[in-house]
């Protein structure tokens, strides 16, 4: 195992991520504080609730218990406002931006005639369009520094029709197209633009409220966070325009091939449910 990709030194470096107030945006916000790294928070939820537990605030208070800086700024990330000032700010507080995870979601898993336009509408804002706001405003500033990396938490590109959840992979893998295009365009600019997906699903407030099959088919969201770490560890001009799973990553780039340490109930199911397509 590489330690050292699953460990990167990130010390100076400033990491916005979106929906970091619960789930797997918390535990990676956590992670890059632990590797050296200064985070923003940018999420909605300024204070927890029985059905949303965490928030914004809760989130930076631990990233600073770890010894970095943290700044909570709640975002309405479908608000083209609201993620200019996220963005101006976190360039004001800590003079750089130099990962951006486009973490934040929404997700209506129901047939076409079961999704009014108004959760249509809610995907496209939230998923692609929120992860081309936050792009387009941070673009320019890793421009600047000549470092960059950005990461789409989204499916690869599919043809395959996933009913069930027509509306919901139109706006993911808009997400994965955004990544690839950007990092063909930015990548003389030494700025990475990738995706990544899990290959099976994560312990997270989404995979609780929604009732995806049970606890002993999901992983923990650390095996998301080892893969996050093992691609900000590359020089981002190496590593751009890939639509990724968290296992093949982490076997790639750390060599981890054996993957029954990150499911939550510590060993594999019978039969997994894998979702690298949807």
């Not at 990130?10 to 970091?20: H, I, N, P």
């Not at 079961?114 to 792009?135: E, H, I, S």
């Not at 197209?177 to 063909?184: C, F, K, N, P, Y």
């Not at 296992?247 to 499911?263: S, V």
Request: aromatic share 6%; charged share 20%; net charge neutral.
């Amino acid at each position: 195992m590489n330690e050292a990709v699953l460990h990167p030194d990130l010390t100076g470096r400033v990491a916005v991520v979106t929906g970091a107030s619960r789930g797997i945006g918390k535990a990676l916000a956590l992670r890059l504080a632990r590797e050296g790294a200064d985070v923003v928070i940018a999420a909605k939820s300024e204070q927890s609730t029985e059905r949303l537990p965490g928030s914004i605030h809760m989130t930076a208070d631990e990233v600073r218990a770890l010894g970095r800086r943290a700044l909570a700024l709640p975002t309405d990330v479908r608000s083209e406002e609201a993620v200019r000032a996220m963005i101006d700010r976190t360039v004001a507080e800590f003079g750089r931006i130099d990962i951006l995870v486009n973490n934040a979601g929404a997700i209506w898993a129901q047939p076409v005639l079961a999704t009014p336009p108004k959760k249509f509408d809610l995907m496209m804002g939230v998923n692609v369009r929120a992860a081309y706001l936050a792009a387009y405003y941070a673009l320019p500033h890793m421009q600047k520094q000549g470092w960059g990396h950005i990461l789409n938490m989204c499916p690869r590109l599919s043809i395959a029709p996933s009913p069930g959840k027509v509306a919901y992979m139109i706006s993911k893998l808009g997400m994965a197209r955004l990544a690839i295009g950007i990092a063909a365009e930015h990548r003389q600019d030494n700025i990475a633009a990738n995706s990544l997906w899990p290959r099976t699903i994560i312990e997270s407030q989404a995979s609780i409220n929604w009732g995806m099959l049970d606890r002993s088919q999901w992983r923990t969201p650390e095996i998301v966070c080892d893969a996050c770490l093992a691609i900000f560890a590359q020089e981002p001009a190496a590593c751009t325009g890939r639509q990724l799973i968290d296992e093949q990553i982490l076997t790639e780039l750390a060599g981890i091939t054996n993957f029954d340490h990150y499911w939550c109930e510590g060993r594999p199911p019978a039969n997994p449910n894998y979702i690298d397509v949807w």
